[in-house]
């Protein structure tokens, strides 16, 4: 990554266009590499200028990548954005494996944190006691539950939390599946010492239906709650949760290897920062878990569109190579069966900050892979298997893509925004800063600030040692700022008809 003076970054030395740090006047002369360019326009922060003269019908290089083509000339110190660059991306491709030269990262020494050691051997980074409705009518029922077993919640359970959706009920084919699927991987997720699974009767994905997905179970660990079946379901709930919390209560925190965290990444509320702080500071994380044996998801297929040959040529084989085109081109079929535009993105919020086509945000988002090889790629619910750098398909949607990395079994998931967000997942979710002002504006929300990498010229590798840290922190009870607030969040992937 090239970088020059403070006020704005060029990222690739064939790069054609530099990225504004800060606002940068008309008129401001700066040199770029040698090259004097003085600015015909102002350029906003996060956003991109031309530092050699781009012709109507030229690529415009950004990350070394074309982000698009030029729809006029474009002079040099000009602004480049939506009226004046677009996306040259096609639909359906076709791809060739080219992994020469990609080598996965070295070991290093093993790293540790306090955790749950389940009895299945799975690592829980939290000791919470769950309530899974199978279907959303009993939804206010399990927030009652919720709330009078947090009255009585014995020390060593962390949080009494019913994660409410709206499905169960009313879904055919796969959409039915994707809720049995993910409501079954919650229910077997390490972070839950105890699961209550509150069902209604007569729906479709009832606990009789569920069992099959859920597999065995320790009788001790989930307990079946079907609301018809008795005359007072509270009175019912309250007794089960009362052994639940027992249950879960005999767990205490012991030394972990590191090797057994499952981190889910994803981004959210992208701007033209975001591809140069705070993603780049998630990737060199994932290749130093990756380097001490541990598991990191990447997620939100729509934005690896016009990135994905990267991610392609990194995988460690031919047969994941070939998984990750039908990751891609399954993706793009959805889209185009529900006569969507695949390249309807970036969003606006994306574009105020500074990404202008749909190459741009996914170079960007892609930057939280790293280098390491790709090991495995998940359907969506599909459960980890393979350790190192693993493809999940599920949307760009936060709260879906979020809940997806969790239902494979990210006991944690880091969150980069230039925007901002409040919102939880299952599991702790790390909010990550790609700019200081936002850090600084929504302090509730922010748990890391990448954006020192800019302001206090943080070292990219600094910057990512403390992440880690503060990951080994966070799985070993320190809480973020969402749990802080009592935010839990869950979102079933919804595709199909409603009945």
Request: glycine residues 10%.
């Amino acid at each position: 990554m090239e970088t020059y003076m403070q006020d704005f970054i060029k990222i690739n030395v064939n790069d054609n266009v530099a990225v504004a740090l800060k606002p940068i006047a008309k008129g401001t002369t700066v040199d770029v590499a040698g090259t004097t360019v003085t600015m015909v326009e102002d350029i906003p922060q996060g956003h991109k200028f031309v530092i050699k003269a781009i012709k109507k019908g030229d690529p415009v290089i950004k990350y070394g990548f074309r982000i698009g083509f030029a729809q006029a000339d474009i002079p040099v110190g000009a602004w480049v954005h939506t009226h004046n660059l677009k996306t040259g991306l096609g639909e359906l491709l076709e791809y060739t494996y080219e992994p020469e030269g990609h080598k996965d990262v070295e070991p290093t020494e093993a790293a540790y944190f306090d955790g749950y050691m389940r009895e299945n051997g799975k690592v829980g980074v939290r000791n919470e006691v769950w309530i899974i409705p199978t279907v959303g009518c009993v939804n206010s029922i399990a927030r009652a539950i919720e709330a009078t077993a947090r009255a009585e919640k014995p020390e060593g359970v962390d949080e009494v939390v019913a994660f409410t959706h709206p499905y169960g009920c009313s879904q055919t084919t796969e959409d039915q599946e994707n809720t049995r699927k993910v409501l079954a991987d919650l229910i077997n997720h390490p972070n839950a010492g105890a699961v209550l699974v509150l069902g209604l009767g007569c729906e479709n994905s009832r606990i009789e239906v569920l069992k099959d997905y859920i597999g065995e179970v320790n009788p001790d660990r989930v307990k079946f709650l079907q609301v018809q079946d008795v005359a007072n379901e509270q009175e019912e709930a309250a007794k089960i949760m009362k052994e639940l919390m027992a249950y879960a209560a005999n767990f205490k925190r012991e030394k972990v290897n590191a090797k057994e965290l499952i981190i889910g990444m994803k981004c959210g509320g992208s701007d033209g920062l975001s591809g140069i702080t705070a993603n780049p500071t998630v990737g060199l994380f994932s290749d130093m878990l990756v380097s001490k044996g541990g598991t990191t998801i990447l997620t939100e297929v729509p934005e690896m569109f016009g990135a994905e040959t990267i991610l392609m040529n990194r995988c460690a084989n031919k047969e994941l190579f070939e998984k990750t085109v039908h990751l891609i081109n399954d993706f793009k079929e959805y889209f185009i069966k529900n006569g969507q535009e695949i390249y309807e993105n970036p969003s606006p919020g994306n574009k105020d900050g500074g990404i202008t086509t749909l190459e741009d945000k996914s170079l960007g988002c892609t930057q939280k892979s790293g280098s390491s090889l790709v090991k495995g790629v998940l359907a969506y619910a599909e459960p980890v298997n393979t350790k190192g750098l693993n493809l999940l398909s599920a949307p760009g949607n936060d709260l879906v893509a979020a809940t997806a990395c969790a239902a494979s079994g990210a006991q944690m998931v880091l969150f980069t925004t230039g925007r901002g967000t409040p919102f939880a997942s299952p599991v702790p979710t790390v909010k990550i800063a790609t700019n200081s002002r936002l850090a600084g504006n929504k302090s509730n929300w922010i748990d890391f600030n990448a954006g020192r990498i800019v302001t206090d010229d943080l070292p990219l590798e600094d910057a990512a040692k403390e992440l880690f840290q503060l990951v080994l922190d966070v799985a070993s009870g320190k809480k973020v700022k969402a749990e802080i607030a009592g935010f839990h969040d869950l979102a079933i992937f919804k595709q199909g008809v409603t009945l």
